[in-house]
Structure formats: structure tokens, C-alpha cells
């Protein structure tokens, strides 16, 4: 049967993961406080934020909680941890400019937050999370996306270690790369 749960309003692109704790269900979302009520082309209706929801089933509610204040989206974890617990999660800045120039990572067992910033006249895209073998931990791989060189007008492709946000690689395109989304890394068969 279908059950239904209220929110607070608001609107949901995407989500980081979800899973089940026991008799409840935790969903990690970016919550847009509004979207397309005055401003069809959206989203610009208020900053989007990482929250936690846990549904809880034996008392018909759901519980919301403020992850993170901050502009983001484009949330990414380990993809083998779909639907399965998970500690690590990764986002960008999104809203003012200075915050589309930084990549976001969630500690959720440590209720921590850290931030690698490319600077000024950046913007960064979604980074994919990449483990380094099929047997490494979570936090264990790099994160691959696109930075964009307003003063270039060329993008390169970053490599970031995922458990410090420091610099792996880089691939310096002769050519901007124009933002795109949900791109995935696959091994070759």
C-alpha cells in the first residue's frame, strides 16, 4: 500500500541517497525552498540545502534536518552504496558566484563539513565520486569534474582525493567544456 508523509513545502531535484534504518526510512535530499513560483526559468527562488529526512513509520511523521546551510546541489555518493547506509556524501556550491567555485564534502557519521574553493572567477560541475579498486572504503577514491576558467574561457578536468579534497590531476583543455550534469564514470569492459 501506498502510504503518504507531509514536508514543508518545497521542491527536490535531487537526491544524495536513501536507506533503511530499522522501521524507518532516511532520505538525504537538496531541498529548494520554492521553485518555479515567480521565476519560470528556476531555480532561483531561494538557496538549495542539504537536509536529512527520516520518515518515521510507526509514528506517520517525518523528522527534517538541516545538513547544511549552504547553496549546493548535485549531491553524489560512493554509487555503491546506493541505497545502503552511507558516511560520505559530495556536492557543489551553487547561488553566488563565490560559492560555484567549491566542492562540498558531508561526513555524516562526524556531523562534519569541509570545502575545497578553486578561487575566484571558477565554477566548478557536479564531481563524480570514483573508488580507487572494487574492494576500497568509502572515502577511498578520487573525485572527477569539470572546472570552468571564466578568464581563459577553458575548462580543465580535476581529479580531487576524495578523503582530502587536494588536487590528484588535472587535464588542462585547449577549450571550455560547457556545464552539464550527471555524467558517470565506467570502467571498459
Not at 518555479?36 to 532561483?44: K, S, Y
Not at 517525518?62 to 545502503?84: K, N, S
Amino acid at each position: 500500500d501506498i502510504k503518504w508523509y507531509d514536508v514543508e513545502p518545497c521542491y527536490v531535484f535531487h537526491p544524495l541517497n536513501a536507506f533503511d534504518d530499522g522501521d524507518d526510512i532516511v532520505l538525504d535530499v537538496v531541498r529548494h525552498p520554492k521553485m518555479f513560483a515567480t521565476d519560470v526559468n528556476g531555480p532561483n527562488e531561494g538557496a538549495p540545502t542539504l537536509e536529512r529526512w527520516t520518515i518515521d513509520a510507526a509514528a506517520g511523521k517525518v523528522i527534517e534536518t538541516r545538513i547544511d546551510d549552504r547553496g549546493q546541489e548535485f549531491p553524489r555518493i560512493d554509487e555503491r552504496l546506493t541505497g545502503r547506509r552511507h558516511r560520505y556524501g559530495y556536492s557543489v556550491g551553487v547561488g553566488k558566484p563565490d560559492d560555484e567555485s567549491r566542492v562540498i564534502k558531508h561526513d555524516l557519521a562526524a556531523d562534519a563539513t569541509s570545502a575545497r574553493d578553486f578561487g575566484a572567477g571558477k565554477q566548478v560541475s557536479e564531481f563524480v565520486f570514483i573508488p580507487n579498486g572494487p574492494n576500497a572504503d568509502e572515502d577511498d577514491g578520487v573525485l572527477m569534474g569539470f572546472v570552468y576558467d571564466r578568464a581563459s574561457d577553458r575548462s580543465d578536468l580535476v581529479l580531487l582525493d576524495a578523503a582530502t579534497l587536494e588536487d590528484v590531476a588535472a587535464v588542462h583543455l585547449p577549450v571550455r567544456v560547457p556545464q552539464g550534469f550527471h555524467g558517470n564514470w565506467l570502467p571498459t569492459p
